[in-house]
């Protein structure tokens, strides 16, 4: 099981992003997919999960209305939009798979002006 996160960077606060995660070595449609994030000095918190039945989706309630996960099966692929970013949400990214202690690498996010 592979998991490979991309797409994080520097944004100015009201700006947008689009994470990335590929993933290798399992049958990507069987499984709930989910980002997490850890901020400088915090533990790692679920941001938003993708089910793998009827693509559902939930969010951390922070995140609501700006953040949109999706997934593209027939790619092993799965997206996190971020719009209209706030310093809070600067951390590193991380997708995970269910079924598992499965992590990528991690990406990291920075909003700051």
């Known amino acids: 099981v592979q998991l490979v996160e991309s797409g994080g960077g520097l944004v100015q606060p009201g700006g947008s992003l689009k994470l990335s995660c590929e993933g290798s070595g399992f049958t990507f449609s069987l499984f709930t997919m989910s980002w997490y994030r850890q901020a400088p000095g915090k533990g790692r918190e679920l941001v938003a999960t993708?089910?793998?039945?009827?693509?559902?989706?939930d969010y951390l309630d922070s995140v609501k209305g700006r953040f949109t996960v999706s997934r593209d099966n027939a790619k092993n692929m799965m997206y996190l939009q971020m719009n209209n970013l706030k310093p809070e949400d600067t951390a590193v990214y991380y997708c995970?798979?269910?079924?598992?202690?499965?992590w990528g690498q991690g990406t990291q996010v920075t909003v700051s002006s």
């Open positions: 993708s089910t793998r039945s009827d693509y559902g989706t």
């Open positions: 995970k798979r269910a079924s598992g202690d499965y």
